[in-house]
C-alpha cells in the first residue's frame, strides 16, 4: 500500500526567506502527486498536482514542486516566503491504476511564516 | 471552478444524539465522495468512500452504524453521527471526485467542527 511521508512537523521561517517542505512516498509503479494547503479551521486547498509530463510543477503563487522518480519525492519550494503562506501543508499520493481514487496524506508541514 | 459545500460549518450537540452533516458538490456531479476525520493537528484519515447509488465502503476500524452514509444522487452525500459522544468532536472533511475527470484530483469542502458535550 501507498504511503506518505513528510519528516518535518513544523518550519519556522523568516518572511522573504526561501522554503522546502519535504515530501517522500513509498515505490510504485506510477503515482499522481499532490500538495494541498490548509489554513485554519478551514477545508483543503490544491496547491499543485503532477500527473504525468514534466516533472516541475508550479502553482500561481509561487510554489514549485519536483517529482523525482528516482528518490520517490515531491518537495515543495518557494523562493521568497510572506506571512500570508502561514499554513499547514499536506504532501498527498494516488495510485492512477486504483479506480477507487483513494487519497493516501502525509502527516502535514506547518509553515510558520515570521515577520 | 468545482465548489464543494459542506453544512453546517459548526454543530455543537448533547452527547447520545445524532448529527447530520451534508456534503453538497455546487457546479459539478460526483458519483464518489470521500469523508475524512481530522484531529487537531493531525492529518486527515479516510472514513469511508460514498458512491452515489450504493453503500458506503468504510475503511477498517470505522464503525458503520456509528457513521451512517448516505449518497442519494449525483451532488449530494451525508454523514450522520448517530448516537454521539465526546470523542467524537472532531473536524469531518468532504471531498468529491468529478465525475468524468481522469486526474483524481478531489475537491474538498471547507470542513464541518464537530463537538459533543
Known amino acids: 500500500a501507498q504511503s506518505v511521508t513528510q519528516l518535518d512537523s513544523q518550519v519556522p521561517v523568516f518572511e522573504e526567506a526561501p522554503v522546502e517542505l519535504r515530501c517522500n512516498y513509498s515505490?510504485?509503479?506510477?503515482?499522481?502527486l499532490f500538495w494541498y494547503v490548509q489554513y485554519p479551521n478551514q477545508g483543503l486547498q490544491l496547491l499543485l498536482k503532477y500527473l504525468s509530463g514534466s516533472t516541475l510543477v508550479e502553482s500561481i503563487n509561487g510554489f514549485e514542486a519536483e517529482f523525482n522518480k528516482s528518490q520517490t519525492s515531491f518537495h515543495l519550494r518557494k523562493p521568497s516566503v510572506h506571512i500570508s503562506d502561514t499554513a499547514e501543508y499536506f504532501c498527498?499520493?494516488?495510485?492512477?491504476?486504483?479506480?477507487?481514487?483513494?487519497?493516501?496524506f502525509g502527516s502535514g508541514t506547518r509553515l510558520l511564516v515570521r515577520p | 471552478g468545482a465548489v464543494v459545500s459542506q453544512h453546517p460549518s459548526r454543530v455543537i450537540c448533547k452527547s447520545g444524539t445524532s448529527v447530520k452533516i451534508e456534503c453538497r458538490s455546487l457546479?459539478?456531479?460526483?458519483?464518489?465522495m470521500f469523508w475524512y476525520r481530522q484531529f487537531p493537528k493531525q492529518s486527515l484519515m479516510l472514513m469511508a468512500t460514498?458512491?452515489?447509488?450504493?453503500?458506503?465502503?468504510?475503511e477498517q476500524g470505522v464503525e458503520k452504524d456509528k457513521f451512517l452514509i448516505n449518497h442519494a444522487s449525483l451532488t449530494l452525500s451525508t454523514l450522520t453521527v448517530t448516537s454521539a459522544h465526546p470523542e467524537d468532536s472532531s473536524f469531518y472533511i468532504c471531498?468529491?471526485?468529478?465525475?468524468?475527470?481522469?486526474?483524481?484530483?478531489?475537491?474538498f469542502g471547507e470542513g464541518s467542527r464537530l463537538t459533543v458535550l
Open positions: 515505490s510504485s509503479v506510477s503515482v499522481y
Open positions: 498527498a499520493v494516488s495510485d492512477p491504476t486504483d479506480s477507487s481514487y483513494k487519497l493516501i
Open positions: 457546479d459539478f456531479q460526483a458519483t464518489t
Open positions: 471531498s468529491a471526485l468529478k465525475t468524468g475527470l481522469v486526474s483524481g484530483e478531489l475537491f
Open positions: 460514498s458512491n452515489e447509488g450504493s453503500k458506503a465502503t468504510y
